[in-house]
């Protein structure tokens, strides 16, 4: 069985489930409770990526709890 992924609750970036802070904005607030996903590989081209506040290339989810 996979592991959960964990979103951060600062940045929304995805993070795999063995860490224990967010690899983009270093926060400890992960959590298993998040919904949607999107990947920005272009942010600076992004329309998702100016709403969302978003400035490193990565995987992002779109809500989280």
């Known amino acids: 069985m996979a592991k959960s992924r964990l979103a951060c ?14 690899q983009s904005c270093g926060s400890s607030s992960l959590t298993e409770d998040w919904a949607g996903y999107v990947i920005i590989p272009h942010p600076e081209q992004s329309e998702i990526a100016t ?13 989280v709890r």
């Open 51 to 63: 709403e969302m506040n978003v400035t490193e290339p990565g995987s992002y989810a779109l809500k």
């Open 9 to 22: 609750r600062e940045c929304h970036y995805v993070n795999e489930a063995d860490l224990q802070n967010c």
